[in-house]
């Protein structure tokens, strides 16, 4: 390397290392921004109306989260690791990924609406035609579908800051059309999603904007990824974003949907409650795959070590969680306090789920794509058919015990998984004569 390289090269880190922070905290800025108004709006709707129509609210905000988070595909993390290297052709692939990403939301929101009709009769508003709601809640899904997409798409064109800014006002707006349209407009639930629609296709329309804008002023030459490179990356990680996002919102969808609205309400804001946790937990193990990435030779130590920490910040956590799980959940109105015992088993089958998160960031860490994929999954859908077969006896939050009974049984269960699978197949391999 000559003098004027070294000197170009050491300027670049000195750079890199600044905007790599800038970058990490703004997102870690937005997500936090989205957790406290999403906890703001939920209390605010909680005070001001039934738990009837919080729980159709919670119904609809829940699925179309879930369908447009599953069909962006992982592209948000793909798009910061791409668009860098993309130059010039930056403005091509930002818009093949958005324009993937919005029709197969719509499509798949109208084909889940098929699954629980009661979304458009909610989405559609009092008197309004069933099939209004099919296309507003279609159109729900196709926007949150990009909106989430937008702030990875900032970051990677250098405008971190940006994303911070559209959330927190996004946040403002959202809160402000619910005090308006849920409380004194008096439209209850589907003041909640209008509050939610409204803004969403707003931000996406100026969002759209902003990065057609960015995608114009990419310069230099640049490449795409390849077909190899896009289903190799976005095969297995999209099927562990899809768990995910079935893990956050497909099980208090299916609560609400066999158990009613009220009692799906309370179950919600208790499971809103221990999926923070989990995924702070998931953010924590995140920084494993840089430790990982630098230094290769040490990653059993530096996996020992991450164990460690989880279980020394977040056990200590959960305890108190349970401890304080009635005054906290009285906050949202004695309907939601009854199901403190709810959220104590919730937050004990989290301590086991620990082991699991730890497992995840493992794999995701030493590049083991698939069986990050295969466990996400797994677990997932355990707790899904926790959720779905069991029987609804009586009514009211005494019938969500067997719930969270079973969400513990699961983790125990997915626990033991991770646990002994590995030590039986060392013994089987050891058993195995050499040839």
């Known amino acids: 390397m000559t003098p004027r390289h070294a000197a170009v090269a050491e300027k670049t ?21 989205g957790s406290l108004a999403g906890f703001l709006s939920w209390l605010i ?12 609210a919670q119904l609809v905000v829940s699925a179309f989260i879930l369908v447009g988070g599953a069909a962006q595909l992982n592209l948000d993390v793909g798009l910061m690791r791409w668009i860098p290297g993309a130059g010039s052709r930056t403005g091509r692939l930002v818009w093949r990924s958005l324009l993937l990403i919005m029709p197969l939301s719509a499509l798949l ?13 909610v989405t559609a508003g009092p008197g309004a035609p069933f099939l209004l709601g099919v296309l507003v809640f279609a159109l729900a899904c196709a926007g949150w579908g990009v909106f989430a997409v937008h702030d990875a798409a900032l970051v990677a064109l250098g405008r971190p800051w940006w994303a911070v800014w559209r959330n927190g006002l996004f946040a403002v707006a959202r809160i402000t059309l619910l005090v308006v349209l849920g409380g004194i407009a008096g439209l209850g639930a589907f003041g909640v999603v209008l509050s939610w629609i409204g803004p969403i296709v ?19 030459p640049g490449e795409l990824p390849r077909r190899a490179e896009l289903v190799g990356f976005l095969g297995p990680t999209a099927a562990g974003h899809l768990g995910a996002a079935l893990l956050f919102n497909q099980v208090p969808v299916l609560v609400n949907l066999r158990f009613g609205p009220e ?29 990982v ?12 070590v991450a164990r460690r920490r989880l279980l020394l910040i977040f056990l200590p956590a959960l305890a108190v969680g349970a401890l304080v799980a009635h005054p906290v959940l009285e906050i ?80 125990v269960a997915c626990v033991a998984a991770v646990l002994l699978l590995p030590v039986v197949r060392r013994r089987a391999d050891a058993e195995v004569p050499a040839p």
């Open 332 to 411: 949202f109105g004695d309907a939601y306090a009854q199901a403190d015992d709810v959220l104590r088993l919730l937050l004990l089958g989290l301590a086991f789920r620990l082991v699991v998160v730890h497992e995840l960031g493992v794999r995701q860490a030493v590049g083991r794509a698939f069986g990050y994929a295969r466990l996400q999954l797994v677990s997932t859908l355990l707790v899904l058919v926790d959720a779905a077969v069991v029987p609804v006896a009586g009514g009211g939050v005494a019938a969500l015990l067997p719930v969270a009974i079973g969400y513990v049984i699961v983790q």
């Open 263 to 291: 009692t799906g309400a309370v179950f919600f804001i208790a499971w809103q409650a221990v999926m923070v946790v989990d995924l702070a937990a998931t953010y924590f193990m995140a920084p494993l795959a840089v430790g």
């Open 45 to 56: 709707a909680a005070r001001i109306m039934t738990t009837e129509q919080v729980g159709d």
């Open 109 to 121: 929101g109208l084909l889940y609406v098929g699954f629980a009709p009661r979304l458009a009769t």
């Open 13 to 33: 880190d000195a750079v890199e290392a600044p905007r790599g922070l800038s970058d990490g905290l703004a997102l870690a800025l937005s997500s936090v921004l």
């Open 202 to 220: 707003v931000w996406v329309a100026v969002g759209s904007l902003a990065i057609a804008w960015l995608t114009r002023r990419a310069q230099g």
């Open 293 to 304: 990435a630098r230094e290769p030779h040490r990653t059993a130590e530096l996996a020992a």
